[in-house]
């Protein structure tokens, strides 16, 4: 049988295969109504019946942006080869590259055409490289490492699949994967790699369509690799058409399963190229790689992106971002400072000057007795943490913006040229285009570099010690999951709650009725039981002379710099974004300014102002000083109640610092009033102490043959 009627035939068997949708109009040759083919990112026409909600064009629906939902990165690659030779780099040195470019992108999903491996070295790959990530190959059956071979990369530090599954559709050339993400979210991709010579891709795509007929494959949400043909001359230069029997034949499988060219549908005039070469000492580029999708999630895919990586390798990196329709809405996260501006000599010296300033105002403040409602301690230093944030943010533009600056100019001058009218006839314009692509993937080389640098830096100077850089590199990383749903408290049948923000409300509710369970509103009954719950303290636990006793003492700055000295660096920051380690630097600054008989930045001396006043007058409620970041963490059981979350506030670090100092205070007599059955976090006590009582309680049951039971409690407001 030809294989022009085999496609035909596999064509008609599809038919019967499950399916989401399907249009009975559409053929191998799609024709609009003026009998021409239709481009790669043009809808087939309907005819009788209007088009159904899936089947509308996302623009004439009233969606909600889907950036603003979770969302993961899938992408694809031709990588040409498992080495790299011109640039010295075997197989681990090249896969090293690809997954730099998974971490540096956020990549959740990439697609990979010329793999080009065998079994052994796979294993090879996944020895290195397979604590976070999931590789599945599929190599030619005969001589592997000679040419061809998809595999598809699952990033687990970004999404923890709840199961998935690889079929191979035609080995070493097509596999599918099916993985659901979220908890109704099942996505179907094809990985591509069609053969270069045209008279194979008939059989190729004959063969594709068969096998998933036959094995019952659902039709593919996205299908993304490398073509080896474009549909329209736009995507070549010089521009030309492919040829066309293969061409319509792509067409005919776009059209059978209801995909769309959806990067051209948005960009019908932009010129960009995926495949870069040279032949006859001309530059030749092609829009060879592409994703395609299907049109019921044209509205849920955004921010495409084609650019060169840091792999080697004449294709360029294809990304596209997918936000399911039940995924739930995402904030923007919180800004943290970050460490290696501390050695930034420039900002670290406006920060001491903004410190300055506010040693001055707050000196105003004592000597004119300012009223506190117009400025006080507080409020002060929360205008100077906003402003010191903002100088580091600043500094963050200045020093990625330097190269990233860069590259964006010479992205926006080759978009001109790309989208020149005499681009495919003057040689200059072509020349130009070529020229300033090999800059961009010669950047593009130099940022992957300085990485690689600077982390060699950082485990010389680090070492392998327990807790540092090398420890979390080989530290298995872990997705955070989304909630997903929530179930409505008192509702039976059970009915659960999936908006974000109700979502958000509900768990507030929640935790706020927890804290306010068992509490006494009564401001009498209140001072009553407080009364009686002090007389009833033993006369051991209590302070002999509490109006003279340290505790009704100011903090002062010794205590301070105890407190920052015993701070932990690596913890995480609150809103403010402020870490622990920027107070230390700033303290190691002024120690060494007055040792050269210089003004510096008295941070403790701040600090101690900034607790006496909240030890005299309390937080004040314009401050932000006690707000927190609250993140609820599963502990088990059913994930939609709300019960099974164990809520972690995420507190600024100078609020850390000010129970610090409460607990230096605390400490000499810590022991004294606090009983002896409380073991944990109490200086000259252990946990291990009540461990050791466990065990020895079920040796003594055990010896005098007596029935004996251990109560755990679990104290529900225990860390709230």
Same mark, same amino acid.
């Not at 070529?434 to 982390?455: D, P, S, V, Y």
């Not at 923000?501 to 804290?515: D, F, I, S, Y």
């Given at each position: 049988?030809?294989?022009?009627?085999?496609?035909?035939?596999?064509?008609?068997?599809?038919?019967?295969?499950?399916?989401?949708?399907?249009?009975?109009?559409?053929?191998?040759?799609?024709?609009?109504?003026?009998?021409?083919?239709?481009?790669?990112?043009?809808?087939?026409?309907?005819?009788?019946?209007?088009?159904?909600?899936?089947?509308?064009?996302?623009?004439?629906?009233?969606?909600?942006?889907?950036?603003?939902?979770?969302?993961?990165?899938?992408?694809?690659?031709?990588?040409?080869?498992?080495?790299?030779?011109?640039?010295?780099?075997?197989?681990?040195?090249?896969?090293?590259?690809?997954?730099?470019?998974?971490?540096?992108?956020?990549?959740?999903?990439?697609?990979?055409?010329?793999?080009?491996?065998?079994?052994?070295?796979?294993?090879?790959?996944?020895?290195?490289?397979?604590?976070?990530?999931?590789?599945?190959?599929?190599?030619?059956?005969?001589?592997?490492?000679?040419?061809?071979?998809?595999?598809?990369? @699952?990033?687990?530090?970004?999404?923890?699949?709840?199961?998935?599954?690889?079929?191979?559709?035609?080995?070493?050339?097509?596999?599918?994967?099916?993985?659901?993400?979220?908890?109704?979210?099942?996505?179907?991709?094809?990985?591509?790699?069609?053969?270069?010579?045209?008279?194979?891709?008939?059989?190729?795509?004959?063969?594709?369509?068969?096998?998933?007929?036959?094995?019952?494959?659902?039709?593919?949400?996205?299908?993304?690799?490398?073509?080896?043909?474009?549909?329209?001359?736009?995507?070549?230069?010089?521009?030309?058409?492919?040829?066309?029997?293969?061409?319509?034949?792509?067409?005919?499988?776009?059209?059978?399963?209801?995909?769309?060219?959806?990067?051209?549908?948005?960009?019908?005039?932009?010129?960009?190229?995926?495949?870069?070469?040279?032949?006859?000492?001309?530059?030749?580029?092609?829009?060879?790689?592409?994703?395609?999708?299907?049109?019921?999630?044209?509205?849920?895919?955004?921010?495409?992106? @084609?650019?060169?990586?840091?792999?080697?390798?004449?294709?360029?990196?294809?990304?596209?971002?997918?936000?399911?329709?039940?995924?739930?809405?995402?904030?923007?996260?919180?800004?943290?400072?970050?460490?290696?501006?501390?050695?930034?000599?420039?900002?670290?010296?406006?920060?001491?000057?903004?410190?300055?300033?506010?040693?001055?105002?707050?000196?105003?403040?004592?000597?004119?007795?300012?009223?506190?409602?117009?400025?006080?301690?507080?409020?002060?230093?929360?205008?100077?943490?906003?402003?010191?944030?903002?100088?580091?943010?600043?500094?963050?533009?200045?020093?990625?913006?330097?190269?990233?600056?860069?590259?964006?100019?010479?992205?926006?001058?080759?978009?001109?040229?790309?989208?020149?009218?005499?681009?495919?006839?003057?040689?200059?314009?072509?020349?130009?285009?070529?020229?300033?692509?090999?800059?961009?993937?010669?950047?593009?080389?130099?940022?992957?570099?300085?990485?690689?640098?600077?982390?060699?830096?950082?485990?010389?100077?680090?070492?392998?010690?327990?807790?540092?850089?090398?420890?979390?590199?080989?530290?298995?990383?872990?997705?955070?999951?989304?909630?997903?749903?929530?179930?409505?408290?008192?509702?039976?049948?059970?009915?659960?709650?999936?908006?974000?923000?109700?979502?958000?409300? =509900?768990?507030?509710?929640?935790?706020?009725?927890?804290?306010?369970?068992?509490?006494?509103?009564?401001?009498?009954?209140?001072?009553?039981?407080?009364?009686?719950?002090?007389?009833?303290?033993?006369?051991?636990?209590?302070?002999?002379?509490?109006?003279?006793?340290?505790?009704?003492?100011?903090?002062?700055?010794?205590?301070?710099?105890?407190?920052?000295?015993?701070?932990?660096?690596?913890?995480?920051?609150?809103?403010?974004?402020?870490?622990?380690? =920027?107070?230390?630097?700033?303290?190691?600054?002024?120690?060494?300014?007055?040792?050269?008989?210089?003004?510096?930045?008295?941070?403790?001396?701040?600090?101690?102002?900034?607790?006496?006043?909240?030890?005299?007058?309390?937080?004040?409620?314009?401050?932000?000083?006690?707000?927190?970041?609250?993140?609820?963490?599963?502990?088990?059981?059913?994930?939609?109640?709300?019960?099974?979350?164990?809520?972690?506030?995420?507190?600024?670090?100078?609020?850390?610092?000010?129970?610090?100092?409460?607990?230096?205070?605390?400490?000499?007599?810590?022991?004294?009033?606090?009983?002896?059955?409380?073991?944990?976090?109490?200086?000259?006590?252990?946990?291990?102490?009540?461990?050791?009582?466990?065990?020895?309680?079920?040796?003594?049951?055990?010896?005098?043959?007596?029935?004996?039971?251990?109560?755990?409690?679990?104290?529900?407001?225990?860390?709230?």
């Amino acid at each position: 049988m030809p294989p022009r009627a085999l496609l035909l035939r596999a064509a008609q068997r599809s038919q019967s295969a499950p399916r989401r949708s399907s249009n009975p109009h559409c053929s191998l040759r799609t024709l609009n109504r003026d009998n021409q083919p239709t481009r790669a990112h043009q809808h087939t026409p309907h005819q009788g019946n209007p088009p159904t909600l899936r089947e509308t064009h996302p623009s004439s629906q009233h969606h909600k942006n889907p950036k603003e939902r979770a969302n993961i990165n899938i992408a694809s690659l031709n990588m040409n080869g498992a080495t790299a030779p011109s640039e010295h780099m075997n197989c681990i040195d090249k896969w090293a590259m690809v997954n730099q470019t998974i971490y540096n992108e956020r990549i959740a999903i990439l697609a990979l055409q010329e793999t080009h491996l065998d079994q052994k070295l796979l294993d090879r790959v996944n020895s290195c490289f397979g604590k976070n990530l999931e590789i599945v190959n599929s190599a030619l059956p005969n001589n592997p490492r000679a040419s061809a071979g998809v595999a598809f990369i @699952i990033n687990r530090a970004l999404i923890s699949p709840k199961e998935y599954s690889v079929t191979e559709l035609v080995p070493g050339r097509a596999i599918m994967l099916k993985i659901k993400w979220l908890e109704q979210c099942e996505t179907s991709i094809i990985n591509i790699y069609v053969p270069h010579n045209r008279d194979e891709q008939l059989n190729f795509w004959a063969n594709v369509i068969t096998n998933r007929c036959t094995q019952r494959l659902p039709l593919p949400d996205f299908v993304l690799g490398d073509f080896n043909i474009t549909e329209d001359a736009i995507d070549r230069t010089p521009a030309h058409q492919d040829d066309q029997e293969a061409v319509e034949t792509l067409r005919g499988v776009r059209c059978e399963w209801n995909l769309l060219d959806t990067w051209r549908h948005m960009n019908p005039a932009t010129r960009s190229f995926t495949y870069h070469a040279n032949a006859n000492d001309a530059p030749i580029q092609s829009r060879l790689d592409r994703i395609y999708t299907s049109q019921h999630i044209t509205q849920h895919v955004f921010d495409w992106q @084609i650019k060169p990586s840091a792999v080697p390798t004449d294709h360029w990196l294809i990304r596209v971002k997918f936000a399911p329709q039940d995924a739930p809405f995402i904030g923007s996260g919180r800004w943290t400072w970050p460490l290696y501006l501390l050695e930034k000599e420039d900002l670290m010296t406006k920060v001491e000057e903004r410190g300055k300033q506010l040693e001055l105002d707050l000196e105003s403040l004592r000597r004119e007795n300012t009223d506190r409602a117009i400025a006080n301690p507080q409020t002060l230093w929360k205008t100077c943490k906003s402003d010191i944030a903002n100088l580091a943010k600043k500094e963050i533009k200045n020093t990625y913006h330097k190269l990233g600056s860069r590259i964006k100019a010479i992205e926006k001058d080759l978009k001109i040229l790309l989208d020149s009218p005499d681009l495919d006839t003057n040689e200059e314009t072509c020349m130009n285009a070529a020229f300033l692509t090999n800059e961009l993937e010669h950047l593009e080389k130099i940022k992957a570099k300085n990485q690689r640098n600077k982390l060699k830096v950082i485990l010389a100077n680090q070492g392998e010690h327990l807790g540092g850089k090398w420890s979390a590199l080989s530290k298995e990383k872990k997705p955070r999951n989304p909630i997903l749903r929530l179930r409505i408290p008192e509702s039976n049948p059970p009915q659960y709650e999936r908006c974000t923000k109700r979502m958000v409300n =509900l768990a507030c509710n929640h935790h706020e009725n927890q804290q306010n369970d068992g509490t006494h509103h009564n401001p009498e009954e209140r001072s009553r039981i407080m009364e009686e719950t002090l007389h009833a303290i033993p006369e051991s636990q209590k302070l002999p002379n509490p109006k003279f006793s340290p505790l009704n003492w100011e903090a002062q700055e010794n205590m301070i710099c105890q407190a920052l000295d015993a701070s932990k660096d690596g913890t995480a920051v609150g809103l403010d974004g402020c870490p622990n380690e =920027l107070w230390k630097k700033l303290k190691t600054r002024h120690k060494a300014a007055c040792k050269v008989n210089k003004k510096g930045f008295d941070i403790t001396k701040v600090l101690t102002i900034l607790i006496q006043d909240i030890q005299k007058h309390g937080v004040d409620k314009h401050s932000n000083f006690a707000e927190g970041w609250m993140c609820p963490l599963f502990k088990k059981k059913d994930p939609t109640d709300i019960r099974n979350y164990c809520p972690i506030t995420v507190l600024n670090t100078d609020y850390k610092l000010l129970t610090k100092v409460l607990a230096i205070q605390l400490i000499d007599h810590a022991d004294t009033l606090i009983h002896e059955d409380q073991a944990g976090f109490i200086p000259r006590r252990s946990i291990f102490n009540h461990i050791r009582l466990a065990k020895a309680i079920i040796s003594y049951a055990e010896i005098v043959e007596e029935d004996g039971a251990i109560i755990a409690l679990d104290q529900e407001k225990a860390y709230d």
